[in-house]
């Protein structure tokens, strides 16, 4: 999610915030060492593209440069073919969902019966297309934001928001198998959006038990990992984020011990002080929300290190899978 836009603004200084659950989280978790160890084995495959000297940064890292929707450098980033391991290369155009109605199947029996799941993948494919409409400032709560941004790719051109419905997609599958009822708040059925705070709004109305939005980062070459944000505690205008502060810190740490074990994935090595945790208050889809909710950054699209695991389909699959054992655990307490 690289960009300085509607809930990406560049941040002050970071402070290092270690919550109870730190690196040593992957020794919790089974085989988390070996992972790693793989983790750094696929790394050194190569793979994603060219390294770029200037990038685009969610962390609003100095030296960011951000290209604005549907400008030539934006629409330099539409989607184009790069090599996954599907057994065929990322269309150029997305033909919206890949399961028809998924969302409205009957949930099977399961542990998560009677449980609801919001997921939120980031952006829309369509943004790039829609500079006016998702330039249109909206209320966050602590001030007014863009109503959405395009988002990142890698260098090669496979875009975040093909990235975030295609992790979702598995996601909800593997939900729905443990018995919760998924809603989207996109699902490739829309031309652009929805805004930050219909997306908000989407988790609050489902009365969701949890909210996951799903991203990938766009930080400079050699800043690899991935890292889940949770809400800040927020008590402004329309944003009133005290209730939900515990419960999403409980789910994203969930979400980041799942992660290290079934991806491989270390925490970041830019953001978090090594837990792979990060509190922010200035995102539009935490700061509205009044369901337990988080974000997960699952890499960086501009490593090509990273970009070799976001563009393998092998690894999307891993990486649902851990958020999808997160979640669980998360709703089973």
Same mark, same amino acid.
């Given at each position: $999610?690289? =960009?300085?836009?509607?809930?990406?603004?560049?941040?002050?200084?970071?402070?290092?915030?270690?919550?109870? $659950?730190?690196?040593?989280?992957?020794?919790?978790?089974?085989?988390?060492?070996?992972?790693?160890?793989?983790?750094?084995?696929?790394?050194?495959?190569?793979?994603?593209?060219?390294?770029?000297?200037?990038?685009?940064?969610?962390?609003?890292?100095?030296?960011?440069?951000?290209?604005?929707?549907?400008?030539?450098? +934006? +629409?330099? %980033?539409?989607?184009?073919?790069?090599?996954?391991?599907?057994?065929?290369?990322?269309?150029?155009?997305?033909?919206?969902?890949?399961?028809?109605? +998924?969302?409205?199947?009957?949930?099977?029996?399961?542990?998560?019966?009677?449980?609801?799941?919001?997921?939120?993948?980031?952006?829309?494919?369509?943004?790039?297309?829609?500079?006016?409409?998702?330039?249109?400032?909206?209320?966050?709560?602590?001030?007014?934001?863009?109503?959405?941004?395009? @988002?990142?790719?890698?260098?090669?051109? =496979?875009?975040?928001?093909?990235?975030?419905?295609?992790?979702?997609?598995?996601?909800?599958?593997?939900?729905?198998?443990?018995?919760?009822?998924?809603?989207?708040?996109?699902?490739?059925?829309?031309?652009?959006?929805?805004?930050?705070?219909?997306?908000? %709004?989407?988790?609050?109305?489902?009365?969701?038990?949890?909210?996951?939005?799903?991203?990938?980062?766009?930080?400079? +070459?050699?800043?690899?990992?991935?890292?889940?944000?949770?809400?800040?505690?927020?008590?402004?205008?329309?944003?009133?984020?005290?209730?939900?502060?515990?419960?999403?810190?409980?789910?994203?740490?969930?979400?980041?011990?799942?992660?290290?074990?079934?991806? @491989?994935?270390?925490?970041?090595? =830019?953001?978090?002080?090594?837990?792979?945790?990060?509190?922010?208050?200035?995102?539009?889809?935490?700061?509205?929300?009044?369901?337990?909710?988080?974000?997960?950054?699952?890499?960086? $699209?501009?490593?090509?290190?990273?970009?070799?695991?976001?563009?393998?389909?092998?690894?999307?699959?891993?990486?649902?899978?851990?958020?999808?054992?997160?979640?669980?655990?998360?709703?089973?307490?």
């Amino acid at each position: $999610m690289s =960009y300085v836009g509607p809930d990406f603004d560049p941040p002050g200084p970071r402070r290092s915030r270690r919550g109870p $659950m730190t690196v040593a989280v992957a020794a919790l978790v089974p085989g988390a060492l070996v992972g790693w160890l793989v983790w750094q084995a696929v790394g050194d495959s190569g793979g994603g593209g060219s390294t770029s000297a200037t990038s685009t940064t969610s962390s609003g890292a100095p030296g960011a440069s951000s290209a604005a929707p549907g400008s030539a450098s +934006a +629409a330099a %980033r539409t989607p184009s073919a790069s090599g996954t391991d599907d057994g065929k290369p990322p269309s150029s155009t997305f033909s919206g969902p890949a399961t028809p109605a +998924a969302s409205d199947l009957p949930a099977a029996a399961g542990p998560l019966k009677g449980k609801v799941v919001v997921v939120d993948p980031g952006h829309n494919p369509g943004n790039f297309q829609h500079s006016a409409d998702i330039n249109r400032k909206v209320n966050i709560g602590t001030h007014w934001k863009e109503c959405d941004t395009t @988002g990142t790719s890698t260098n090669a051109g =496979y875009t975040e928001a093909r990235f975030t419905l295609d992790v979702a997609r598995r996601l909800r599958t593997l939900l729905q198998q443990e018995g919760a009822t998924v809603k989207f708040t996109q699902d490739g059925d829309r031309s652009w959006g929805p805004c930050v705070d219909e997306r908000a %709004r989407i988790g609050n109305d489902a009365h969701a038990d949890a909210v996951v939005s799903i991203h990938a980062d766009g930080s400079a +070459a050699g800043n690899r990992g991935f890292h889940v944000i949770l809400p800040a505690s927020v008590h402004s205008g329309g944003a009133d984020t005290r209730a939900i502060v515990a419960p999403s810190r409980d789910l994203g740490e969930r979400i980041a011990g799942n992660f290290v074990r079934d991806t @491989g994935s270390a925490p970041s090595n =830019y953001i978090g002080g090594g837990t792979g945790l990060d509190v922010r208050s200035d995102l539009g889809g935490l700061n509205l929300s009044t369901v337990p909710k988080v974000f997960i950054e699952c890499g960086n $699209m501009r490593d090509s290190k990273d970009a070799a695991l976001l563009t393998s389909g092998a690894w999307r699959q891993k990486a649902a899978r851990g958020i999808s054992e997160g979640i669980v655990s998360f709703l089973r307490g």
